[in-house]
């Protein structure tokens, strides 16, 4: 496991500095030119294998991942929670070791604990790619969204950007402020009290008082899916009043700027984060954000794998 | 080794208020005779000027693991690292496998002591059957067996009812109850402390407010039912303030703190050092200060390790699932001593808070160099420098977030019953 230390991992926004984050999303749009031809094969990864660990159902990110992977010719390799012996007991470094044994170039990691995947890093000798951990941090994601607002408004800096939703256990929420703070843009967050972390300007964001004043002049609305529990507690006292009180709609959405797009993660609860109306409406950049994001992960594989040479 | 003669060493004896250059003369077991230019004929005489010689180390807080956890530690290997660290006592908390809640297992404990013979050890018992939080153990048979005091550490008893009633039963027999003070509805599914660094982490915190209210709780039913009360692990500025008022309005109310508390704070989780995680977690600076403040006002009586040692099994995984607790016992003298250097406190209140006050406080021998006590004693080396490594470490547990940290201050000698317990540099050898 020499050299482990120089091993490229795309672990967290935090970890990647405003240069590598517009240089991945140059070689993003790159990406999608490619996957814009009748043949959207590059042999960029040939010989390669990415293994996807997947400890947390997901189907758009995974079918994202192993998409952008076979796009760059690269073997892939897919387990996820139900075949992982994990869950019966083997630890996380167990898992590592036995992933290793397969010789992988990549690891993409998807897992419900913080950190695991920083936990992944220390223990195995390939890169090591966040496809979500816990309440941490979701790269891929924020990326995806960065290049979705790119190529609508040209630029990030000094965008205002406005979230709405439960911050606090939204790991693409968390990436997105540091992701487009970084490059210069302004966040602003909105939503009940019960949805916000403590400290939540140390991520770079400022809080409104209500959806309105985070919305008022906006360059992006982002909305995030809501999950009216956590942990057996209801963090909000229904989903009436939510959508009532946070939801975005359209009498809010003319708060934005006229030109404002609107974004969701996804899946959507339609008619409580987001109105019907404003999730199909032309200013809608929903479906971009999935197009865009094999061209992102294209790029993250490249990347972790540029100049590393094969022993 | 009948007679041991200490020679020209700097004798710290809270107990006396010594602070002076001198001698000290042990035979038989006891400590026969302290002061200037001491003779004693056929004597041992060990040179130890330059160095301190206090009252063995007393720790109020311990985890030995043993029944039940023995990959973790034993009652042997636990008191091997407490003589090594410059304890010549130590009180264990109950939450072993099976838990400490019957004469049964404390007296197990003792013999365990006894017979591995490195280090005094005084059992804390369980307040409750099991630690269930509901019906009280058998105080009385307990504090026949050798237990001295009793608590659910680890756990904090939820129904302030039960707190009560436990409070009330240990008042009637003069004896301590030690608490764990969390506000579980707070803490639970946190991990680390609530605040900056746990938003950066993604994390899910545990408030201040959770120490803060449960010790309110308790200091509030010390109050109604005269109970003595001790709070363990005091993390929080408003902890360390709860306590400070209650010992304002008389109450019978001591408190502790760990050396991490007054040594690092939360940023030292970045990375998600699992080495860093213990309960009540790591907190800001502000409350770094504030439980240093305590210590110097006196309103933090004792430094108690809560030596927790885990194996790389509960460690070496993702930080929400790692095990709480760090290794303390041979890191608590350097940490210390770090106070003294920064000058925060004077080191005859340094021995005070690792002997003096927590004997007293478990109203157990030890914590005293008088003429007729027991002859436990530490000399200590205040100014050696050396890094710790975990296969230096005697305690089975290698979690400590100071592996590889240069520290200073070492025990190079301890003396439980005038007999070498730790003596790494032969200075008892005869010849
Ligand atoms: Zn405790």
Redesign the pocket.
Known sequence: MEGAEEMKHILGMTHLAKEEIESLLDSASSFKEILLRPIKKVPTLRGRTVVHLFFEPSTRTKLSFELAAKRLSADTVSISSSMSSLVKGETLVDTARNVEAMKPDVVVMRHGHSGACHLLARHIGCSVINAGDGINEHPSQALLDMFTVLEHKGRIEGLKIAIVGDIAHSRVAHSDIIGFTRLGATVTVAGPGTFFPCCIEELGALRATSVEEALEGADVVMALRIQRERQGRALVPSFREYAAAYGINMERLRLAKPDAIVMHPGPINRGVEMSPDVADCGRSVILDQVTNGVAVRMALLAHVLAGADKE | MERILLKGGRILDPSMEMDATGDLLIEDGLISAVGQGIKADGAVEVDVSGLWVCPGLVDL?VHLREPGEEYKETIESGTRAAAAGGFTSVAC?PNTRPPNDNAGITRFIVERAREAGHCRVFPVACITKGQGGEELTEFADLLNAGAVAFSD??LPVRDAGVMRMAMEYAAGLNTLLIT?SEEPALSSGGCMNEGRMSTLLGLKGIPAAAEVIAIYRDVALAELTGCRLHV??VSTAGGVEVVRRAKERGVAVTAETAPHYFSLTEEAVAGYNTSAKM??PLRTEEDRLAVIQGLQDGTIDVIAT?HAPHSVLEKDCAFEVAANGIVGLETALPLTLELCRNRDIEPLRAVELLSTAPARILGIQGGSLSPGSAADVVVIDPGEEFTLSSDKLFSKGKNSPFLGVRLQGRAVLTILSGRPAHDPLGMLDKD
Do not use: E, I, K, R
Request: charged letters at 20%; proline letters at 10%; aromatic letters at 0%.
């Open positions: 807080h908390m550490d680890g764990h363990a692990h309960n009540p809560d």
